[in-house]
């Protein structure tokens, strides 16, 4: 959701998409049933671009840079991969229907945990390792791969830098077009 970087860095960028996301889950409960849909939509949107770009950009650099990278980036692609599935179930659901918003309340279950995985933890440690420099970089391809990315969960692909950067951008252009033909929302 953030468009403007300046000099922020990739952990002030994702913090921001994190709050913003965890902010509009918070009102849809309240909201009516097409209006729910239409939040959820955004929020699943917001996810899925974010994700990919994590995956492109801030794996490999936690992988590079963190004592434990590997065993981090492992975790949190095992939840990147239940947000998808639960996502993907979202999606599939009327938003009428009274398991919209238990499945709804599993969505944001994960996402809190991963986001505090990685707020409390992971973030200060990229800040400890990687140069600010460098984490400003970081961020600015950041923004860039979440305006080509997909806007849909698709929980079979693989949660990989290679086939995000490759294949991604088309997978996301057939996403975007999918969802202009249908009037979906996705705040690209």
């Known amino acids: 959701m953030t468009t403007s970087t300046g000099d922020q860095d990739v952990v002030d960028i994702l913090t921001t998409d994190h709050h913003e996301v965890l902010d ?5 409960p309240r909201a ?5 849909r239409d939040m959820t939509e955004t ?5 899925v671009r974010h994700s990919v770009a994590e995956e492109m ?9 963190l004592p434990n990278g590997e065993q981090e980036v492992e975790h949190d692609t095992e939840e990147h991969q239940q947000l998808l599935e639960v996502m993907k179930e979202l999606e599939d659901l009327d ?11 599993r969505l944001e279950a994960v996402l809190r945990d991963h986001v505090s995985d990685e707020e409390d933890d992971q973030f200060p440690q990229l800040r400890t390792h990687i140069p600010r420099e460098q984490l400003v970089e970081i961020g600015r391809k950041v923004e860039t791969a979440k305006k080509a990315a997909p806007t849909r969960p698709h ?5 990989s830098e290679l086939f995000h950067k490759t294949l991604g951008p088309g997978v996301g252009l057939v996403d975007r ?12």
């Open 32 to 36: 009516d049933p097409a209006q729910r």
């Open 155 to 159: 929980p079979s692909a693989p949660h």
């Open 57 to 65: 950009y801030v794996y490999p650099a936690m992988r590079d840079h």
């Open 177 to 188: 077009l999918r969802d202009k033909l249908t009037g979906r929302p996705n705040k690209a």
């Open 24 to 28: 509009l889950l918070g009102q849809i």
């Open 95 to 105: 938003s009428a229907d009274p398991r919209f918003l238990e499945t709804l309340g």
């Open 43 to 47: 929020v699943i949107a917001e996810l």
